[in-house]
């Protein structure tokens, strides 16, 4: 009677180690455990803080979205992951992917950007939890090696380069492709570079390159932002002022303003109208028709709105760039305030107060009493204090379904870089990894994570790195982690203020450093050249495409897929001969001759209906090239599977090899194989005489069938005969 009670505690235990599995490792805590776990949680939480406000930027969210997503997540997916040492959070790939995903949806950096990044975060968590619960991670292979390599260095690159306005202190309107938005930065950086934001930038990369050679275990990236704030702080490094329009002292100035706001705001007067007309387009249709005059009439209204947004779009762009071109002095004036004049036109005798100043324009009109005036560099700024407000998320079902196929394409990623880390630890610790468990976990801290207005997270690399070289032990690192987040959100945040932009863009090249894998593209072509070109194909269309990232991803995915079909359907076929060392071998590939009249050749793959007709169409070749074949011998060692198609034709081919007077035969039939035959009767059609275990019991009786009468003195399925 103790046996079935045993059996059911032991099926009650796996089900609670499946619903929780850090109750496997909490049985295993001990005070030197969670010793170790706590200063590999801070170590973790010293690099996390800053990158992931840096990535936030990256995703084109306020700065401290970045800690938002790093409260929560890390911790979540440690108690329902399977991996112990994997560190989750914000990564720079998943952030650019956010960034790709939610700019034609709304403003980077607006409210309802930031609506649908948290609404992002969610899809993505559903879409792994589901996949996860359903044990359907082996999908994750639909994206193969070659064209995860070729994406994520293209995505190093886009990176790195879209932090380049950030290290030269530099404003441009993002284009429609991320080349020609390189393009316009490097121009506006000729233009003018603020060199206190450049070398900042460049103090933070020699600050961290230096510390990572010296020691890694020394946190350099957060020794790089101390230092940089410190400096910032003391130099008053962000110099900003608000006037009136008045106090620039430049006709042209107050009139590319006045010109900028009235576009602007015509173009919101215009998408009020628009967002107005839809519903009464949908009405109109639905009441007269799509061909109905009213119909037509509004669909007419709103083609001619849309236009004319697009032409004001145009021009406000243009304005904008103007407006920022503008490089000013700041000299004293009569009444004590200062006065604006074009730097090149102070008027004699006045002395400028040695800065130059930048008029500050985003997408929003100017105010003319209260023109942002911008005579230093630019800082992450106030970071509200606290913890994020737990709430449900925005749902919008259209938005959410628009969303669907970035937030599987970022799951999918997301998850390959997570397991990919994971199993490398795996190895290191002797660990039992479980993927289906850990897209759970990571499934779980996304949906809550955006409970908590957390954007779309992943297992980071270089974070996981530094939680195994501190000594972690268990999941409780993570959880340490997110303690020490929570407490800089709730006490710390204002010390945060004065951190340059250009550090958080430094801090982001750094990381993406390690994403360049060039040996990636080497390797696959020495694999397979057709793999080393998917990846380098990927890897272009990546980068034109940008920021349409799911283009490029798209383009590799596709090639993949059609170079399996081809092979599928034209599977190799070789022709063996005798090789030194008594075993068969392709004749071509090494040299040999091959017999006259015996064709033994070896079909490589599944005989199914897509590649069953080039089976039959390589024999009947063979039959009208050699003249003086009498027996074809099939090695079937390479056919695993075959279905009624395959069978079918198998079937054809042996009626029609015996009509036209040949003998056919087979070796090493799979088990599978070998059942479809015998079902089908296709089994005693051959003959059980021709169906042998081996190759070398074909040759030895189907060599002296077909050798009689032959003038062959030396055969080379019996002896090695090179040409």
Not at 522 to 548: C, E, M, R
């Amino acid at each position: 009677m103790e046996i079935p009670f045993q059996r059911k505690a032991d099926r009650t235990t796996s089900l609670l180690l499946r619903a929780f599995p850090f109750f496997g490792w909490l049985d295993t805590l001990s005070l030197s455990s969670v010793k170790s776990d706590f200063f590999a949680g801070l170590s973790v939480a010293l690099v996390l803080i800053p990158q992931s406000m840096a990535y936030a930027q990256l995703a084109g969210l306020p700065p401290y979205y970045g800690l938002y997503a790093s409260l929560f997540p890390p911790m979540l997916a440690a108690l329902f992951g399977s991996s112990r040492q994997l560190a989750t959070g914000p990564v720079a790939i998943v952030s650019l992917m956010t960034s790709a995903a939610l700019a034609p949806l709304a403003t980077v950096g607006g409210s309802a950007y930031i609506a649908y990044a948290i609404l992002l975060g969610l899809v993505v968590g559903i879409f792994q939890f589901c996949i996860g619960v359903l044990r359907l991670g082996m999908i994750v292979n639909f994206l193969s090696h070659p064209v995860v390599n070729g994406f994520v260095n293209a995505g190093a690159l886009i990176i790195a380069t879209s932090q380049l306005s950030k290290l030269f202190g530099v404003s441009v309107d993002e284009a429609e492709h991320h080349y020609r938005t390189i393009y316009r930065v490097i121009a506006a950086a000729i233009h003018y570079t603020h060199w206190p934001t450049l070398l900042l930038g460049a103090l933070a990369f020699v600050i961290m390159y230096v510390l990572k050679r010296i020691d890694r275990r020394i946190p350099n990236v957060l020794v790089a932002v101390v230092v940089t704030i410190l400096i910032s702080w003391s130099t008053g490094f962000e110099h900003n002022v608000k006037v009136g329009l008045d106090a620039i002292a430049v006709p042209e100035v107050r009139g590319a303003v006045n010109d900028f706001n009235s576009a602007v705001q015509e173009m919101k007067k215009l998408g009020d109208q628009k967002v107005a007309l839809m519903p009464e387009v949908e009405r109109a249709k639905q009441a007269f028709g799509s061909h109905g005059r009213k119909t037509l009439d509004l669909t007419h209204q709103l083609a001619l709105i849309t236009f004319r947004m697009e032409d004001l779009k145009e021009e406000s762009g243009r304005m904008r760039e103007k407006l920022r071109s503008f490089l000013f002095s700041g000299v004293s004036g009569l009444s004590g305030k200062e006065v604006f004049y074009l730097r090149d036109r102070v008027p004699a005798g006045m002395k400028t107060d040695g800065r130059t100043w930048r008029i500050k324009v985003k997408n929003d009109p100017l105010d003319p009493q209260g023109v942002q005036m911008v005579g230093g560099g630019s800082v992450v700024g106030k970071i509200p204090k606290g913890m994020p407000a737990f709430s449900i998320p925005s749902i919008n079902m259209k938005v959410m379904l628009q969303l669907l196929p970035i937030a599987a394409i970022i799951s999918l990623l997301g998850f390959m870089e997570a397991i990919s880390i994971a199993k490398g630890m795996a190895a290191q610790t002797g660990q039992r990894l479980d993927p289906n468990q850990e897209l759970i976990g990571q499934g779980i801290a996304n949906i809550v994570g955006a409970f908590g207005q957390s954007y779309p997270v992943s297992g980071s690399f270089s974070r996981s790195a530094v939680n195994l070289q501190s000594g972690a032990k268990t999941g409780l690192s993570s959880v340490f982690t997110s303690v020490c987040v929570g407490i800089v959100l709730l006490f710390f945040t204002p010390l945060l203020y004065y951190l340059p932009d250009s550090v958080l863009a430094a801090i982001i090249m750094m990381a993406v450093l390690g994403l360049i894998n060039i040996s990636g593209f080497v390797h696959a072509w020495k694999a397979q050249w057709y793999d080393g070109l998917i990846s380098i194909i990927t890897f272009v269309a990546t980068l034109i495409t940008a920021p349409n990232l799911e283009i490029g991803i798209m383009i590799g995915v596709l090639l993949s897929l059609g170079v399996f079909l081809y092979k599928s359907m034209r599977p190799k076929v070789t022709s063996l001969s005798m090789y030194p060392d008594q075993s068969y071998r392709s004749a071509k590939q090494h040299g040999l001759k091959e017999c006259r009249h015996i064709a033994m050749i070896r079909f490589e793959g599944q005989l199914f209906y897509a590649n069953a007709g080039f089976l039959e169409e390589m024999i009947f070749d063979l039959t009208k090239t050699k003249r003086e074949l009498r027996h074809i011998h099939i090695v079937a060692n390479g056919i695993n599977d075959m279905d009624s198609s395959g069978e079918e034709i198998l079937s054809l081919v042996v009626e029609r090899v015996r009509s036209a007077g040949y003998d056919i035969s087979f070796s090493g039939v799979n088990e599978n194989v070998l059942e479809v035959l015998k079902r089908t009767h296709l089994y005693e059609r051959i003959g059980e005489r021709n169906i042998f275990p081996t190759m070398q019991a074909a040759v030895k009786t189907i060599h002296a069938r077909s050798h009689t009468q032959c003038r062959e003195d030396e055969c080379p399925l019996m002896s090695v005969c090179f040409i």
